[in-house]
């Protein structure tokens, strides 16, 4: 399972926002991914005002038991596959191609990625 960076933070900060499957696979053995990507959006918004400074983020992240996922070129042309997102936000594009070229459900909130019907997008509120 692949995790938006939205639902990655609320995962961080215990938020209700999460449902309680998604809270349950969170804490079982199985791995959760955080994507390189979200480390790029989050220092990216942090710069710009719109997120808190997360400092070093990928150790804590680590020691919480998420696996980095890099971004590598199978993910990246993965993201032409979906022409429901050729206008939307460029980090969703590539964390979705990420989910799909690695088989990997994907959880979010965002209603735009979730009514695009794809079967390994799933609503982490549910």
């Given amino acids: 399972m692949l995790l938006d960076t939205h639902v990655l933070l609320w995962s ?3 938020a209700r926002k999460v449902s309680q499957r998604l809270i349950g ?5 199985r791995p959760v ?4 990507v979200s480390i790029v959006e989050i220092a990216i918004k942090s710069q710009r005002g719109t997120l808190p400074d997360m400092g070093d983020l990928v150790p804590h992240l680590q020691l919480a038991g ?4 890099t971004l590598d070129s199978a ?3 993965e993201m ?5 997102l050729a206008r939307h936000d460029p980090f969703d594009r590539m964390l979705v191609g ?3 070229a690695h088989k990997l459900n994907f ?14 997008i799933y609503d982490a509120t549910q």
Avoid: I, K, W, Y
């Avoid at 696979?25 to 053995?29: A, D, K, Y």
């Avoid at 032409?80 to 429901?84: A, I, Q």
């Avoid at 959880?107 to 390994?120: C, I, K, V, W, Y």
């Fill in 25 to 29: 696979v969170v804490n079982s053995e």
């Fill in 33 to 36: 991914f955080f994507s390189a």
């Fill in 12 to 14: 961080l900060n215990g």
């Fill in 80 to 84: 032409s596959r979906f022409g429901g």
């Fill in 75 to 77: 993910s990246a042309q």
């Fill in 66 to 69: 998420f696996v980095e996922l």
């Fill in 107 to 120: 959880e979010t909130a965002d209603h735009t990625l979730l009514s695009l019907g794809m079967p390994f």
């Fill in 98 to 100: 990420q989910a799909a």
